[in-house]
């Protein structure tokens, strides 16, 4: 049986498959998992101009509070 360990932080790989597809692999600690701009552009296929727009409006409408979710 192929087990992964578990390590003291949290782990994201984000890959393209064979199919052409991006797909995401999350080995987590805690319940929170944190996404540069970048990575979030890169699992969505957009610009980190788009992510961060995106972002901007989440803050704006107070969907989430900035200092709760940004490090």
């Known amino acids: 049986m192929n087990e992964k360990a578990p390590s003291?932080?949290?782990q994201i790989l984000i890959y393209k498959t064979e199919?052409?597809?991006y797909a995401v692999e999350v080995l987590?600690?805690?319940?929170t998992v944190w996404l540069t701009q970048n990575q979030m552009a890169e699992l969505f296929q957009t610009t980190k101009q788009n992510v961060g727009m995106h972002i901007?409006?989440?803050?704006?409408?107070?969907?989430?509070?900035?200092n709760s979710v940004v490090k």
Do not use: S
């Open 19 to 21: 199919a052409g597809q």
């Open 28 to 31: 987590l600690d805690g319940d």
């Open 56 to 66: 901007k409006n989440i803050f704006n409408e107070a969907e989430l509070k900035e």
């Open 8 to 10: 003291n932080e949290n």
